[in-house]
């Protein structure tokens, strides 16, 4: 594995290790706000036990308006208890929204730095190979879905780097030559290999820049394709 897939996956391992933080640390603010919030609220049936208490210590409450008085404290304790179960409910309700957005806030900014840094990279390394589909049958190469046509000879060494490189290895110049000939690496020198990379990179090169910069107009010309307010000359 190349250092850069290195540094990718443990970027990726440190940015899943954020995530999975920052939505445990607002699930645990929100949990001991909501604990300390129903905590706090009076009970739903204290002003109904206050009235009781008031039937029991006040025997002297006997006339009809003494004790319609109280019944209307009683009714008005119902009332009470019921709007304080609703209001329960509400703030339940909203703390569960409260969270939601919160991660989802969380999760939108995380991918937005990643993003960027991601765009940041793209833009330093020019161009990042997504795939790579090589055609024996067409002798082609197909790169992000972009096809070059290559030769023989270079079609050999892309194959040979290709299979070495989902193996995990890295070849000389006289490895390439001996595997791409069928010798001995012993038996094959280094500048042979080099010079097909050299081929290689020559075809593919040329054939990039006629995608991606210098482009041929059908009947018109050649022009650079990219967009004019990026060009400076110093």
Do not use: H, W
């Amino acid at each position: 594995m190349v250092p850069g897939d290195v540094t990718a996956a443990g970027a990726r391992r440190s940015g899943s290790r954020v995530v999975v933080f920052g939505v445990a640390a607002i699930v645990a603010i929100l949990a001991l706000a909501a604990i300390f919030l129903f905590l706090s609220l009076p009970d739903a049936g204290a002003f109904n036990a206050r009235v009781e208490r008031i039937f029991v210590e006040n025997d002297t409450l006997t006339s009809d308006a003494e004790i319609k008085l109280l019944e209307i404290l009683a009714l008005s304790g119902t009332a009470f208890s019921e709007t304080l179960v609703s209001y329960r409910m509400v703030i339940f309700v909203l703390l569960v929204f409260s969270a939601a957005l919160l991660i989802s806030a969380l999760i939108f900014l995380l991918m937005l730095v990643t993003l960027n840094r991601r765009m940041a990279q793209i833009e330093r390394s020019g161009i990042e190979v997504n795939s790579l589909l090589i055609s024996r049958a067409e002798k082609s190469v197909y790169l992000n879905n972009m096809g070059f046509k290559l030769t023989d000879a270079a079609m050999e060494t892309l194959s040979v780097l290709a299979e070495a490189r989902m193996d995990g290895d890295i070849l000389t110049g006289a490895q390439i030559e001996g595997m791409i000939s069928g010798r001995d690496s012993s038996d094959c020198d280094e500048a042979a290999g080099a010079t097909r990379i050299k081929r290689l990179r020559d075809t593919l090169g040329n054939q990039m820049v006629s995608e991606l910069l210098v482009r041929n107009i059908a009947r018109q010309g050649y022009v650079l394709a990219i967009d004019k307010d990026v060009i400076r000359v110093i």
